[in-house]
């Protein structure tokens, strides 16, 4: 039961939140430049300046999602090989020699 709620609610709390803020932040930088762009057509330099920010905003985000998600990987592996040992030298709990 590796994958029961003491890993996986950490780790899909991660990658979801970081999901909805990569995902936020395209939906809401589109919804700002198509409104900025309809209110003032005057200022599309502006705009477009924004523009370029909010997707290299988003970029970062992206990053930090894939490197959160890494850590992530790296803590449940390193916890599955510690399992795995612990199991190994455990032994059955048998009654070899119990004569």
């Not at 599309?44 to 850590?71: M, P």
């Amino acid at each position: 039961a590796l994958f029961t709620f003491g890993l996986s609610i950490p780790v899909g709390a991660a990658l979801g939140g970081g999901t909805g803020l990569v995902v936020g932040t395209a939906v809401g930088a589109t919804a700002g430049a198509v409104g900025g762009g309809a209110l003032g057509y005057a200022k599309r330099d502006a705009l477009a300046s924004a523009a370029d920010s909010a997707i290299a905003k988003a970029g970062d985000g992206a990053e930090y999602v894939k490197g959160t998600a890494t850590a992530s990987l790296g803590y449940v592996r390193g916890a599955a090989v510690s399992a795995r040992a612990r199991l190994r030298s455990a032994g059955t709990g048998g009654s070899e020699g119990a004569d």
